[in-house]
């Protein structure tokens, strides 16, 4: 391995280590998304709660607090709370029009899982977060703290995926 590689690899891991964002993508999009977002806080005229143990997420939970925002019978924006054998993981998805433009992802490790903590969030415990940022339900731009890399495609999926199954269990239980 040459010494450009090794530096490279050795800057990233401390960077990522000392909480620097690691980002991937086009941030031009970033700013419209964020205008979005804003409107979708601001556009609510029915908020719905939800406490379930069915499994709505592809990784393995053992019970989801669901929060679902709609203006006008329409969702804009669920998040999804929910307890993992590793610790808690929280999901904002944020719909404009009835497609996704952003989502919101944090995972806070139980004490007993520590040992390899790479970032610690406000409240000073080991996690992660990720934000991804969708134009024409593609995802265009992506930032972490807390991971080494950028998300695999099939994880993108996963979490898209997440998202209509939580969206489906609201608009049943309506």
Same mark, same amino acid.
């Given at each position: 391995m040459n010494r450009s590689v090794i530096l490279l690899t050795l800057i990233l891991l401390s960077t990522v280590s000392n909480g620097q964002e690691l980002v991937f993508g086009d941030s031009t999009v970033v700013n419209s998304i964020k205008s979005k977002t804003s409107k979708i806080y601001e556009s609510k005229d029915k908020t719905s709660f939800y406490l379930t143990k069915k499994r709505l997420r592809?990784?393995?939970? %053992?019970?989801? @607090?669901?929060?679902?925002?709609?203006?006008?019978d329409t969702i804009n924006r669920i998040i999804a709370i929910s307890m993992t054998q590793?610790?808690?993981?929280?999901?904002?998805?944020? %719909?404009?029009? @009835?497609?996704?433009?952003?989502?919101?992802?944090?995972?806070?490790?139980?004490?007993e899982q520590e040992k390899n903590c790479k970032w610690k969030n406000f409240k000073n415990l080991c996690a992660w977060e990720s934000r991804y940022y969708f134009v024409n339900e593609k995802l265009e731009y992506q930032k972490h703290k807390g991971k080494l890399s950028s998300i695999r495609n099939d994880l993108i999926n996963e979490l898209i995926k997440d998202g209509n199954s939580i969206r489906s269990y609201v608009v049943e239980h309506k």
């Open positions: 592809k990784v393995k939970t %053992y019970g989801t @607090n669901i929060i679902a925002h709609s203006k006008k590793k610790g808690q993981l929280g999901t904002e998805w944020y %719909y404009w029009n @009835n497609e996704l433009i952003y989502v919101y992802e944090s995972f806070e490790y139980f004490e």
